[in-house]
Structures are given as structure tokens and as C-alpha cells.
């Protein structure tokens, strides 16, 4: 009975050890993580992180995007995709109530209530069609005040994520 216990202890242990080592995302050991990050926006904080080829892409593609359009940090966005947290942090962006709603349409739904209307933000939309109804009514109507300007495929689920930049009169 003594060494049932210990067996079990030590395969507890040995399991808890490799689920440490792995990327929640992928579901893979982390050492395929060998790339260092190469990002334009929040270069101190990511340095010397690493991470996987397809990531690097992603975030290859994302930041074109944002310079071609000519983001500047400190924009506002509201990732309404409620799946990628860091794509805000990735362009260095400012974000309102919460920078991630976590799965959560109620949480999107307060950001959107509680926005200073003066704020122009950039937009990122999956392709959810009760949250895409939600973003598109509160900033009605939208196909005058933003424009599609790229899309871009998460590299974990095979996501499109359609980026929307506001429409600026010159004085703005």
C-alpha cells in the first residue's frame, strides 16, 4: 500500500512538471517557442521573449496593417474579438474599461456604453455576428464612420480578424 502511494505521488508529480512546460495555446512543449519577438510597439517589455514562427507572422502581418494605415500608439482599440488579448498590448494601444473582455459580451458591452464619444477607436471584429451587431449599432452608422483595412489569421485557431480603422474628418 506504502509504494501504490509513492508511485502515485511521483507520476503526479512527473505530470505536473510536463504540464508546466506546456503552451496553453497550442498544447505543445514550450521549447518550440525559439524565435525572439520582433515587435514595433512595447519593444521593452517584450524583450527577449520568444515565441513560435507562426506567431511572429501573425504579428508580422498585424503590425503592416497598422503601419500602412498609420497607427500611432497610444490610439485607442477595442478588440471586440473577445478571443486574443495581447493585440492591444501589441500596438501599444490604450483600450476602454479593460484591455481584454475575457469571453465576456457584457464586459464588451459596458466599454461600449461607458466610451467617451470622442473617441475615434480602431476596430478588430471576428467573424461573431451578435457582437459584430453590437459594435456596428454603437457606432451606427458604421459603414460611414470606419473602414475595413486588413485582415489577419490567428495562427492558434484559424481565425479571421477583420481590423477597422475610424474615419477622420481633416480636422481630427
Known amino acids: 500500500c506504502f509504494l501504490f502511494f ?12 510536463h504540464h508546466k512546460k506546456i503552451d496553453y495555446s497550442y498544447r505543445e512543449h514550450i521549447n518550440k517557442n525559439n524565435i525572439v519577438l520582433n515587435a514595433n510597439y512595447s519593444s ?6 520568444k515565441v513560435r514562427a507562426e506567431f511572429q507572422t501573425f504579428l508580422k502581418n498585424y503590425t503592416k496593417i497598422l503601419l500602412d494605415n498609420k ?3 497610444g490610439n485607442y482599440i477595442i478588440d471586440a474579438t473577445l478571443k486574443n488579448p495581447g493585440l492591444i498590448f501589441l500596438a501599444d494601444a490604450k483600450y476602454l474599461f479593460k484591455g481584454w473582455y475575457g469571453h465576456n459580451l457584457d464586459v464588451l458591452k459596458i466599454a461600449l456604453e461607458t466610451m467617451d464619444k470622442n473617441i475615434k477607436p480602431w476596430i478588430i471584429l471576428s467573424k461573431n455576428s451578435n457582437i459584430q451587431k453590437i459594435v456596428m449599432n454603437n457606432f451606427y452608422p458604421f459603414d460611414e464612420n470606419f473602414s475595413l483595412i486588413g485582415t489577419i489569421k490567428d495562427p492558434v485557431n484559424s481565425r479571421q480578424y ?6 477622420l474628418n481633416d480636422s481630427d
Open 6 to 17: 509513492i508511485l502515485v505521488f511521483v507520476n503526479l508529480y512527473k505530470v505536473t512538471i
Open 44 to 49: 521593452k517589455s517584450l524583450k527577449d521573449l
Open 71 to 73: 497607427w500611432k500608439e
Open 162 to 167: 477583420k481590423i477597422y480603422k475610424p474615419n
